[in-house]
């Protein structure tokens, strides 16, 4: 049986770890990092209220018109998503790469809670202010985790479990993030293992939507190890140019090239000026026929 941690011991685990990082213990990495920074970079107390911090109306609007491209192509799959998990009381939040959330499904009957907590259209869910949280750690790894009850930083969030997943632009910088939150959960952690593997496919759907929708005057190359899903599952996307040239790849596409040096080093890497047909071992006709 999980024994749940009271306030007083919660805040005492995150101060203790901060301040003495050799005693991390089992602690998930990720988290530890989290709580250092809150404490060290943000200057922030795990003891005080963290409020949902609200963006007004204006600047949320401003928000939405500067990611309504994705929001367009993302409508569908969050709804499909919000569908899967709406009975097990979570809500969905699609922000931009600052955290605002500029998307919200959610049971009307629970508006309240979701408001108080900032499971809500317009929230900001920086880590900065808000702590270690799904979302804006997410951000901040640049990589997908479930921030569940205590691995929060502020102890007036432990009763949340938020999994986030980042989504990326065919440039590889970060476009949103997708969450699935809810108000109350088991209490191990391995009971979102599947929520993490549903909202990692949701955003690899909508991010390959993204791209697709960029890119949809050019040629898109669409590739696979196995010929009989590539037609389905179209993992690797390569757009290219009139005489062959790469253009844009989507993650899993940038990831491969990357192995096969046709991406210049940096932090987000860019595609070298190869042609298609260097890559594979036929003629680019061939390809495009």
């Known amino acids: 049986?999980?024994?749940?941690?009271?306030?007083a011991s919660h805040i005492g685990a995150v101060l203790s770890l901060a301040n003495a990082p050799q005693q991390s213990g089992d602690r998930d990495p990720i988290i530890a990092r989290s709580w250092r920074r809150c404490v060290h970079d943000y200057g922030l107390d795990p003891a005080r209220p963290s409020e949902a911090r609200f963006v007004p109306r204006r600047v949320l609007r401003e928000h939405q018109d500067q990611a309504d491209e994705l929001i367009a192509v993302a409508r569908a799959g969050v709804e499909q998503l919000y569908r899967h998990v709406a009975e097990l009381g979570y809500v969905i939040l699609l922000t931009d790469s600052r955290g605002i959330a500029v998307q919200f499904l959610g049971d009307p009957a629970d508006e309240k809670a979701h408001r108080k907590t900032g499971l809500y259209l317009g929230s900001d869910w920086g880590e900065d202010h808000a702590g270690t949280c799904a979302v804006g750690t997410c951000i901040k790894e640049q990589q997908a985790l479930t921030c569940h009850q205590h691995d929060h930083f502020s102890a007036w969030h432990t009763n949340l479990t938020c999994t986030a997943v980042p989504m990326f632009n065919p440039q590889g910088q970060l476009l949103a993030v997708l969450d699935i939150s809810a108000l109350y959960s088991p209490p191990s952690k391995d009971s979102q293992t599947f929520a993490l593997q549903l909202v990692k496919q949701y955003a690899r759907m909508i991010e390959d939507a993204y791209f697709l929708r960029l890119y949809r005057d050019r040629?898109?190359?669409?590739?696979?190890?196995?010929?009989?899903?590539?037609?389905?599952?179209?993992?690797?996307?390569?757009?290219?140019?009139?005489?062959?040239?790469?253009?844009?790849?989507?993650?899993a596409a940038r990831g491969l090239l990357a192995e096969h040096g046709l991406m210049t080093p940096g932090p987000f890497g860019s595609l070298t000026r190869a042609r298609i047909d260097e890559f594979f071992d036929c003629e680019l006709a061939d390809i495009l026929s």
Do not use: K, Q, W
């Open 1 to 7: 049986m999980t024994l749940l941690a009271t306030p």
């Open 219 to 251: 040629p898109i190359l669409c590739f696979d190890a196995s010929r009989e899903f590539v037609l389905i599952n179209r993992h690797y996307l390569l757009a290219l140019g009139d005489d062959g040239e790469l253009l844009a790849g989507n993650t």
